[in-house]
């Protein structure tokens, strides 16, 4: 194994060290830093790059980040936004779950929103809760270009909203903008806040914004991937280059049990799909992150909606070693045992706050962490680093802990279970009712042609509310 060259140098902050220390070893990707934990996959990274360079230029962008339980999904995205930051986009992320999907009827869409505008980003705000300086700031460069042009500071909002009255539900949201300035110039406390509300999403009845802002429509589930576009003509008003929203947890959507209901938020990704492939959105970047199953399952994954399976479909020629980062399916490579021990330098350098006299392990010790985890796991621990990474900072904080102790007297007992995707194991059966028992006791003493019947029509009842096999019972 080639030697690789040593982390960069340079001291970390104790809190900046303890954020990524603490949240690597729950399993979870830090909020920031990820300069300091990256390693390979550099082909993915330079994609994406020129993807936000696209966005930022105009363009729009679809991805969909397809990678193993635990492989660095989540991680890549944050890394995406954080590139995307870098070029001026403004960024927004959030998970989905069973109370945020992409479509319903019931409030999850507009609740999907409401999430995606309390994480708005910016470089300068990359924790969130950027939606009201990006207001902030698109108004004072109206009023500055007023007093240059010696013009009203109505007129240039305006003027600058009116391409927004063009698209769907853009005059109500020129006009909260609007509404904003006017509370804006008038120190008039309640009305900006009743404006941000309204682009949060947090109006829930039409009659209450009315009645705060004189607007006649809200954000809700119908509106919510056409107020995404409104957002991302509106951030380049005010001076940033586009928007990027992640959207994590796509499994969600594949656990639907429901087929109705599942195809009607693959209709929403289609939907994303086709205006981000023929530039109407321009701007706008969305990625999408997810298992195998979820793209490749033809009863439940994305390919079972024939529309989404064409456009999503791989490159036939991109066999035996070949790749094309072109296609809106990026897969993300297994690192290579030279990435991996990169990484574990880098965690090494992280956990001694940057500091090389303080390293709590020699190299030999990466190397024969790293062979005990080929012999223990095999191959896995390259696809899935998320377990690794986990127990080697748990190894380093032993050895810190315990200075007497022999690290070789450590390495042999780390444990790396094989990490399994608990979205994929099988449903459990439903416990039977009394009323199970007494429809099971009728097919018994029933004649055969009353058993099928019954029998048909349970089937029938149950094909209308779920397709899932797993939890059907006779």
């Not at 500071?153 to 009255?165: E, P």
């Not at 490579?333 to 303080?358: F, I, M």
């Not at 191959?379 to 200075?403: H, S």
Request: glycine content about 8%; aromatic content about 8%.
């Amino acid at each position: 194994m080639t030697t690789p060259s040593a982390p960069a140098a340079g001291r970390l902050r104790p809190r900046e060290r303890d954020a990524i220390i603490n949240s690597l070893r729950a399993g979870v990707v830090p909020r920031a830093g990820f300069q300091h934990i990256q390693v390979g996959r550099a082909g993915e990274v330079k994609a994406l790059a020129a993807d936000l360079d696209r966005v930022a230029d105009g363009g729009s962008l679809i991805r969909f980040i397809i990678g193993e339980y635990g492989a660095g999904k989540t991680f890549f995205l944050s890394l995406t936004s954080s590139i995307a930051a870098e070029k001026k986009l403004v960024t927004a992320r959030a998970d989905l779950t069973p109370d945020r999907r992409l479509q319903s009827t019931t409030g999850q869409a507009r609740s999907l929103y409401a999430e995606l505008m309390r994480n708005l980003a910016t470089r300068a705000a990359p924790d969130g809760g950027a939606l009201p300086a990006v207001v902030e700031r698109f108004v004072t460069s109206a009023r500055t270009e007023a007093d240059a042009s010696g013009s009203d500071v109505d007129q240039v909002i305006s003027r600058r909203l009116s391409t927004l009255s063009e698209m769907v539900g853009g005059y109500d949201f020129a006009h909260v903008i609007g509404a904003y300035w006017r509370g804006y110039d008038a120190g008039n406390d309640q009305l900006k806040s009743d404006a941000i509300r309204w682009l949060r999403a947090e109006f829930t009845t039409k009659t209450e914004a009315r009645a705060a802002l004189g607007v006649r429509t809200i954000i809700d589930d119908a509106s919510f991937y056409d107020a995404l576009k409104l957002l991302a003509t509106f951030v380049r008003l005010a001076g940033y280059s586009g928007l990027l929203i992640c959207l994590d947890e796509m499994v969600n959507l594949y656990k639907l049990a429901h087929t109705q209901s599942r195809n009607s938020n693959y209709e929403q990704v289609l939907r994303i799909v086709n205006d981000c492939l023929q530039g109407r959105a321009p701007g706008l970047g969305v990625c999408f992150g997810g298992t195998p199953e979820l793209l490749m399952d033809s009863r439940r994954g994305l390919y079972s909606y024939e529309a989404l399976r064409s456009r999503l479909a791989e490159n036939a020629f991109a066999v035996g070693g070949l790749v094309d980062m072109s296609s809106p399916v990026l897969r993300l490579a297994n690192l290579t045992p030279e990435d991996l021990y990169v990484l574990l330098t880098k965690l090494r350098h992280v956990y001694a706050a940057g500091d090389p006299s303080a390293y709590l392990l020699p190299d030999d010790a990466l190397h024969a962490f790293m062979q005990h985890c080929a012999t223990r796991v095999g191959d896995a621990y390259f696809r899935t680093p998320r377990t690794t990474i986990r127990e080697f900072l748990n190894l380093l904080a032993v050895v810190d802990q315990n200075p007497d102790l022999d690290w070789h007297t450590l390495i042999g007992r780390v444990e790396l279970p094989a990490e399994s995707n608990p979205d994929l194991q099988p449903l459990p059966e439903p416990t039977p009712s009394a009323g199970d028992d007494a429809s099971a006791a009728a097919l018994a003493f029933a004649s055969p042609e009353t058993t099928a019947t019954l029998g048909a029509t349970g089937s029938s009842a149950q094909d209308e509310q779920d397709d899932d096999l797993a939890t059907f019972r006779l």
